[in-house]
């Protein structure tokens, strides 16, 4: 199972990304999903994350700015990032719980940048 993250970028402050991830493999199924991001000297931090029955948490420094959806037709995650602030700028992970021939296990994508300029 690979996770394979994009559309990271430079964006001005108040500015709109959105981040893409797809699974691909041998997946037999993918339950819980989510973003976390990574700022340099700072913990992984949870960004938001969906379950596949379309359960939805964000953390409080996003809420009511970034947007989580899922597309499991294409096995793909977005997050759709509005009003963008320096804070934001971070190094973005996906993760994935995903059923294959191993079981159920967590699967992370590779991280796609994103850098936000005041």
């Known amino acids: 199972v690979q996770l394979q993250a994009s559309g990271g970028g430079l964006v001005q402050a108040g500015g709109s990304l959105r981040l893409s991830c797809a699974a691909s493999g041998n997946i037999f199924g993918i339950s819980e999903m989510g973003w976390f991001r990574q700022a340099p000297e700072n913990r992984r931090e949870l960004v938001a994350t969906i379950t596949n029955g379309e359960d939805i948490y964000y953390s409080d420094s996003v809420k009511g700015r970034f947007t989580i959806s899922r597309d499991d037709a294409e096995n793909t995650l977005y997050l759709q990032m509005n009003s963008l602030k320096s804070e934001d700028t971070a190094d973005y992970y996906c993760?994935?719980?995903?059923?294959?021939?191993?079981?159920?296990?967590?699967?992370w994508g590779q991280g796609t940048q994103v850098t936000v300029s005041s």
């Open positions: 993760r994935a719980k995903t059923r294959s021939v191993s079981g159920w296990r967590f699967y």
